[in-house]
């Protein structure tokens, strides 16, 4: 490598005593002026003040270089062996802003050990283009891979490495920054402290980032949410509007857009409070949300407008991964936001296995492991879940009283009053959340309990499981009243009628009998039952059916329903007469081909399948031989 000298023009006495630092500034080349190939040598004399290392790392102007200073003795000073400073370019840029990256996850899998990663802003020279660069061990091992990171030019040797670190990383007291896997609530089991990508909630007070991202939120702390391109990220937008107008805008144009209708109203209201979903688990579950109807309704606007709280747009929602695994992975990446899985498929989320999803998600519970400890992907849901579908994969009464069934079928969307196309949601909403979270759960939680108590003594009978995501829904009604000071139109004449639906509806889904009568004009005519053997005919009373319980059951499942999840047993038939027949005796005994079995007699005079039933029954003459009743 060749090495240039420089003659000196002012000496550092001309300057007065001078650093090394200030003396390059003033001798040494600029970078475009430099080479990577050839090293510059300027000369000094005894005015320069030289403190610390000869060989060191050091900025020089614009770059990074390695400085050489040689101290030739006093009575050893010729031109050839004279006071000079080599100068090596070793990175082409300087350093601005170093941290110290804490990797910190908060959902809620087992504690792991992550070393710190420091994250440099750098500052290309000649260009003057800024950039953050990640330098891990990995990078301080491999050379190649710190060259490859830095993203421009740089001879840093193996051996240079560790000393660019110390000098211009750790000895600048780098800001120390917490970065979370998870947005939403940071701690899921603790305060209501919220990060969103841009802003935090912290203690009651709001917090914004920094051009980098990271958020101060006092006493040199930092915090921020992990950002890859394969995620989204919420953002926060304030609003100039008075938050009251804000509300108040949003639920008249939800009041004008659904003509009144209240299921937009319930939904919306119970997605905003998903923030308590690890408090509602501990206390009774928090249910899933379920959009069951035709297209055209508006479910994906509703849905929308929930996210828009929570500072995600409908891209959030979920349309192709929804297998069991693939709706665990991202109800694991959010922290208490609603995932929503758009027009779910029956064939990927199907039978028990969704009964015992929203079994489990209720209560945020993780899924069971695979065999011999194995995790099989397991991870635990950090936030509530729902679904948008023409249809319920599967209808059973545990099933109806752990969601919020909000019926779409009669609901009509008028898309030329919606306010909140193109990503105007969380520009006009997301500004809300703040407000929800002031609340606290204490106050929640009272009127929570207030709602569910007045509600089982107005409807008796009602599950206590239904009631309560019902209550749920009505005390997000209450706090946006609170936070709106009472300013919000909500069509509240129509709750009776939704709750006596989904009693109605839960009641159908709670006994088997009439999937049976409904099947059973099929089953006769292709000769799948036989009087005599599985059910049997009042001579006198032809709409007095006996019915034998395990028998019937077996062929409903094998002749009739393939799907496992709606299959039934004879343990589920219940005694409660329903609307289209009465149960005149239960369990009556019987004796079939010599095994002691129950029947039920029951009266089908109101049944829809009572006709259907007579006319293939008569058709269909059964030999006396097969009659052991």
């Not at 989204?232 to 009251?244: D, G």
């Not at 489990?360 to 995790?375: F, S």
Request: proline residues 4%; aromatic residues 10%.
């Amino acid at each position: 490598m060749t090495q240039t000298y420089e003659k000196i023009v002012n000496t550092p006495l001309e300057y007065g005593i001078t650093t090394v630092e200030d003396f390059l500034n003033l001798k040494a080349r600029d970078y475009q002026d430099t080479s990577f190939i050839s090293n510059q040598v300027i000369k000094y004399d005894k005015g320069l003040k030289i403190a610390g290392n000869l060989n060191r790392l050091m900025q020089v102007k614009d770059y990074i270089a390695r400085v050489e200073i040689n101290i030739p003795k006093e009575d050893d000073i010729t031109p050839e062996k004279s006071r000079f400073i080599t100068v090596k370019p070793k990175l082409a840029a300087t350093v601005k802003n170093p941290y110290l990256i804490l990797d910190c996850s908060n959902n809620r899998t087992e504690d792991k050990n992550f070393e710190p990663v420091y994250e440099v802003e750098l500052k290309e020279a000649i260009s003057g283009r800024e950039f953050k660069v990640k330098i891990d061990f990995d990078n301080i091992a491999n050379d190649r891979l710190f060259k490859s990171g830095v993203k421009t030019l740089s001879a840093l040797a193996y051996n240079e490495i560790s000393e660019f670190i110390a000098n211009f990383i750790t000895k600048n007291n780098p800001k120390q920054v917490t970065q979370y896997s998870n947005s939403g609530r940071i701690n899921i089991l603790g305060n209501m402290d919220w990060i969103w990508s841009n802003s935090a909630y912290i203690d009651g007070k709001m917090y914004g980032a920094d051009k980098n991202g990271n958020i101060s939120i006092g006493n040199d702390k930092y915090i921020r949410v992990i950002k890859n391109s394969r995620r989204l990220l919420p953002m926060f937008v304030p609003n100039s509007k008075p938050i009251e107008q804000v509300v108040t805008d949003l639920f008249n144009n939800i009041f004008e857009s659904w003509n009144g209708a209240i299921e937009p109203f319930l939904a919306l209201s119970f997605m905003a409070m998903s923030p308590y979903c690890p408090e509602f688990w501990k206390k009774e579950g928090f249910g899933s949300i379920a959009f069951i109807g035709d297209t055209e309704a508006g479910k994906t606007e509703i849905t929308g407008l929930g996210l828009a709280l929570f500072g995600y747009d409908k891209s959030f929602m979920g349309t192709t991964r929804n297998t069991l695994v693939g709706v665990e992975q991202k109800m694991n990446t959010v922290n208490c936001i609603p995932v929503i899985i758009d027009d779910i498929s029956k064939f990927k989320l199907g039978g028990d296995s969704f009964i015992d999803e929203l079994k489990r998600l209720m209560t945020g519970a993780i899924r069971d492991k695979g065999k011999n400890g194995q995790e099989s992907g397991a991870l635990p849901p950090c936030c509530p879940f729902g679904f948008s579908s023409n249809y319920l994969p599967t209808e059973k009464p545990e099933i109806m009283n752990r969601i919020l069934y909000l019926d779409t079928e009669n609901v009509n969307f008028n898309p030329e009053k919606f306010n909140y196309f193109e990503g105007k949601g969380v520009k006009e909403l997301s500004c809300i959340l703040p407000y929800i979270l002031d609340v606290g759960f204490d106050t929640i939680n009272k009127i929570h309990t207030e709602i569910k108590q007045m509600l089982i003594k107005k409807y008796v009978g009602i599950s206590d499981r239904m009631v309560s995501q019902i209550a749920i829904a009505l005390t997000g009604i209450e706090v946006f009243r609170k936070i709106s000071n009472g300013n919000i139109t909500v069509p509240m004449d129509k709750i009776n009628e939704y709750i006596l639906t989904c009693m109605k509806r839960f009641k159908q889904t709670q006994s088997p009998i009439d999937k049976i009568l409904d099947a059973m004009p099929i089953l006769i005519w292709e000769r799948r039952i036989q009087e005599g053997l599985q059910y049997k005919l009042n001579p006198d009373n032809l709409t007095i059916l006996t019915l034998h319980k395990t028998a019937m059951c077996h062929a409903y499942n094998r002749y009739f329903e393939s799907d496992m999840s709606k299959q039934i047993n004879s343990r589920q038939i219940k005694n409660i007469d329903g609307e289209t027949y009465k149960i005149l005796k239960f369990n009556k005994p019987q004796d079939i081909r010599g095994k002691k079995r129950h029947s039920i007699i029951i009266d089908i005079s109101n049944h829809p399948s009572r006709d259907d039933i007579l006319a293939n029954h008569q058709k269909i003459i059964q030999s006396n031989e097969n009659n052991t009743w």
